[in-house]
């Protein structure tokens, strides 16, 4: 009977996958588990595996090719087996694979498939019960996790003791990852303690420990940051624009707003929150630079989506405040809190990363005064925000002082967005965050 | 210290009471000349006289209501009813007027009245001498229930219900009659409503009373050749309870075993039991609440029977187990 192998969905809101390679061709032998092709979502690329044991044949979608999810692609077949004469309707996939992908290089025993299938779907094998023959992690235990870990669990569906509960709740422990080792499999607080301490260790296990020497091969989001950013590199023309910004006000304004939400009990608000406002309500009135050039076309979005640039341990995420320009500071700072902490515990969604209009990167907290940044496509620009330090400056009135001074880098698509154009956004920024009252005129 | 037995320590709280409060006295049945049924005030009557050592016929619903009587009048009467499955027939003195009176009067009168007997089994008396009834007081308002486990306990116990203006059940358990412990001289009071801690431990709680309470620190000491660290706590007084004592044990070690002689079905395990998983202990809960109680069955004369029962130091290590290990 031969084996679908279908466009899977990897993303919560994915509707199309597109074809980028296939590893393997028609005719070939492949092995279950074996990666067999990449493709990629909008966000990402992604290495899929066969299926099943056999040889491939019947590949129905060539690089390039956007293939709505389910569809069947290709088919592996036994030994003799001729291709199914009509296509096998496409199906909606189990699977949802999150956008980490971090090989997990624990001792742990385990078939090279699970280890793989764990990699894929960022499971720590730590946490896995086993049960193949030695106790090693088959790819069913994996898959196992990997289900229940994809469905949010309902407590009340939980068997666990009330301390265990309690426990889970403090230490915010997903019960439906943790094994009971009461009767009945029910969950005691032991079992909640010991997968906070097997998740800490395979965390630490599974972080980057680089050394000198070794090979590390380009996948997962470091592959998709080598190929965008070498893309945009490459393909857009960067103008870049530097100003010194008098911090003197913006950082009263940004006292006074965090004493407000003190009071309100509202969240801190950073200086990234009281930037990603100003920024996005000087973006309202210079379209060109909160644009889009994608094939023919130049858009100019309504929206005002302000990524953030988040550094992680293994690369870089850029979490989306949408339509900043309309909203208040301390909603920005609520959401930039969250989005930045959810970005560096690995829990964003693929909504939360996309559909950004413009980003500001800040280098400022390494040191950095001044950089030039790349632009992130299909966006038309990105402000790199540095350091501030005190500095000599002359006042107009011809004496001097010391004031807090910061550097901002406008890089821009200089296919669309003029050396002018670029010119008066960044001056009309430097303007805003130097009297952030004109904010509200 | 001095080391002395459960019975002279009782002996020695209504001595030395009746000493030093002249309005102290005892009333019972064989209390006198023969010097109660388990020789409890053995001498009493030669060193007090009939007027403070008084010996009634058979009769506990008269004896209880005369030591009420008194005790409104300002005496402070020591009750002994011989065993404690005759106080079904002072219960209606006790119950209905001794814990009432107070309430009744709005506070005007006062029952200062010590009801002493003796509970449990292992004696072979059989069905109608080896019961315990602590629960049915407990669920009288107005009544205080004492369950001494240490000599210790019920010397210190016994003089302060004796000078508590409140009904005290005092509970004290034949086959701990003759064990001893230390006890000082002097006079001294255990505050009732205090809850001791027998044993200090990590693994488990063990709440028990009375003679469970010996049994369960033989058996922690068997538990604890195995690593398994139990804590053992005596309530001491059952009404009123101290909660705050047994919620911080279960909080500790997160597994509760509650042992008692008396009968498990509406036995004061169910109360305890109740007591932890309506208070904020509830969450610290690993395992459930068990209870090991009297069998559902009057005290047979046989004397294996007699030991299947109520729980023996063999099956509160087994329960133990049962809980640490996770079985249950």
């Known amino acids: 009977m031969a084996i679908e192998m279908i466009m899977p969905k990897v993303d919560m809101d994915q509707e199309t996958g597109t074809v980028v390679e296939w590893l393997k061709g028609n005719g070939q032998q492949v092995e279950e588990g074996e990666t067999i092709l990449v493709m990629e979502t909008d966000k990402i690329?992604?290495?899929?595996?066969?299926?099943?044991?056999?040889?491939?044949?019947?590949?129905?979608?060539?690089?390039?090719?956007?293939?709505?999810?389910?569809?069947?692609?290709?088919?592996?077949?036994?030994?003799?087996?001729?291709?199914?004469?009509?296509?096998?309707?496409?199906?909606?996939?189990?699977?949802?694979?999150?956008?980490?992908s971090v090989p997990a290089e624990i001792e742990i025993s385990a078939t090279p498939v699970a280890r793989n299938m764990a990699a894929v779907h960022g499971v720590n094998l730590a946490v896995v019960d086993s049960t193949g023959t030695g106790g090693k992690v088959t790819k069913a235990d994996v898959q196992a996790v990997v289900s229940r870990a994809a469905k949010p669990v309902d407590p009340r569906e939980i068997y666990a003791t009330p301390a265990a509960r309690r426990t889970a709740r403090i230490e915010a422990v997903n019960m439906g990852l943790v094994r009971g080792s009461g009767p009945g499999s029910r969950i005691q607080?032991?079992?909640?303690?010991?997968?906070?301490?097997?998740?800490?260790?395979?965390?630490?296990?599974?972080?980057?420990?680089?050394?000198?020497?070794e090979v590390i091969p380009l996948i997962g989001m470091r592959r998709t940051i080598a190929e965008r950013l070498t893309a945009s590199y490459q393909s857009i023309p960067h103008i870049q624009f530097t100003v010194r910004v008098d911090m003197t006000n913006f950082f009263k304004a940004r006292n006074d707003y965090n004493e407000l939400a003190l009071k309100r009990g509202d969240d801190k608000v950073s200086v990234t929150a009281v930037l990603v406002k100003l920024v996005s309500m000087v973006l309202t009135d210079h379209p060109w630079v909160n644009s889009s050039l994608i094939d023919d076309k130049i858009i100019l979005h309504k929206d005002i989506n302000i990524g953030v640039a988040v550094a992680l341990e293994k690369g870089l995420i850029v979490p989306v405040v949408k339509n900043a320009d309309q909203k208040g500071i301390s909603l920005i700072a609520f959401e930039t809190n969250d989005l930045i902490t959810r970005a560096r515990e690995e829990n964003l969604n693929s909504a939360d990363v996309k559909d950004g209009t413009f980003t500001i990167t800040n280098l400022g907290p390494f040191g950095v005064e001044q950089f030039n940044a790349i632009i992130n496509p299909p966006e038309a620009g990105i402000l790199a925000v540095g350091s501030t330090t005190s500095e000599v400056v002359a006042l107009p009135d011809g004496t001097i002082a010391t004031r807090p001074i910061m550097r901002l880098t406008l890089s821009a698509d200089h296919r669309i967005v003029d050396g002018a154009v670029a010119a008066r956004f960044i001056g009309d920024l430097k303007t805003t965050l130097e009297n952030p009252i004109l904010m509200n005129y | 210290m001095r080391e002395i037995t459960y019975l002279e320590a009782v002996r020695e709280a209504m001595t030395q009471e009746m000493e030093r409060d002249s309005r102290v006295f005892l009333i019972g049945e064989d209390v006198g000349e023969y010097g109660g049924a388990f020789q409890v005030s053995y001498g009493m009557l030669e060193k007090f006289g009939p007027e403070r050592i008084l010996d009634t016929p058979i009769t506990e619903l008269g004896l209880t209501g005369a030591a009420t009587g008194a005790a409104l009048i300002g005496m402070r009467p020591i009750a002994e009813i011989m065993f404690m499955d005759f106080t079904t027939l002072a219960s209606e003195q006790l119950v209905n007027q001794a814990a009432k009176l107070r309430f009744m009067f709005g506070g005007n009168a006062t029952v200062p009245l010590v009801l002493r007997t003796p509970a449990g089994s292992g004696t072979g008396a059989a069905e109608h001498h080896s019961q315990s009834f602590e629960n049915w007081f407990v669920h009288v308002p107005g009544l205080k229930v004492v369950m001494p486990t240490t000599p210790y306990d019920a010397k210190g116990l016994l003089i302060a219900s004796i000078r508590d203006d409140n009904p005290v059940v005092f509970i004290e358990h034949k086959l701990l009659y003759k064990t001893k412990g230390d006890v000082p001289e002097e006079l001294y009071e255990i505050p009732l409503g205090k809850a001791d801690i027998k044993r200090e431990g990590k693994d488990l709680t063990i709440i028990a009373t009375s003679i469970m309470v010996q049994r369960s620190l033989q058996a922690a000491e068997e538990l604890a050749k195995d690593g398994i660290d139990v804590e053992i706590v005596d309530p001491r007084t059952l009404r009123p309870l101290d909660?705050?004592?047994?919620?911080?044990?279960?909080?500790?070690?997160?597994?509760?075993?509650?042992?008692?002689?008396?009968?498990?079905?509406?036995?004061?395990?169910?109360?305890?039991?109740?007591?932890?998983?309506?208070?904020?202990?509830?969450?610290?809960?690993?395992?459930?609440?068990?209870?090991?109680?009297?069998?559902?069955?009057?005290?047979?004369?046989?004397?294996?029977?007699?030991?299947?029962?109520?729980?023996?130091?063999?099956?509160?290590?087994?329960?133990?187990r049962e809980l640490v290990n996770l079985r249950v």
């Open chain 1, 45 to 100: 690329a992604i290495d899929v595996e066969a299926p099943g044991t056999g040889i491939l044949d019947g590949i129905s979608a060539n690089p390039g090719d956007v293939v709505p999810i389910g569809t069947v692609i290709a088919y592996i077949l036994a030994e003799g087996e001729d291709l199914p004469k009509k296509p096998i309707e496409s199906k909606e996939p189990v699977l949802e694979i999150p956008e980490s």
């Open chain 1, 189 to 213: 607080v032991a079992d909640v303690k010991g997968y906070l301490t097997s998740k800490t260790q395979a965390d630490f296990a599974a972080s980057p420990q680089i050394q000198a020497g």
């Open chain 2, 243 to 320: 909660t705050e004592t047994i919620v911080n044990s279960v909080k500790k070690t997160g597994k509760v075993l509650i042992v008692h002689e008396a009968v498990k079905t509406g036995g004061f395990g169910g109360e305890l039991a109740g007591v932890i998983a309506e208070s904020e202990a509830f969450g610290y809960l690993d395992a459930p609440i068990l209870r090991l109680a009297g069998r559902e069955v009057p005290i047979p004369y046989n004397r294996n029977l007699e030991l299947k029962a109520v729980p023996q130091v063999e099956d509160i290590i087994q329960k133990a």
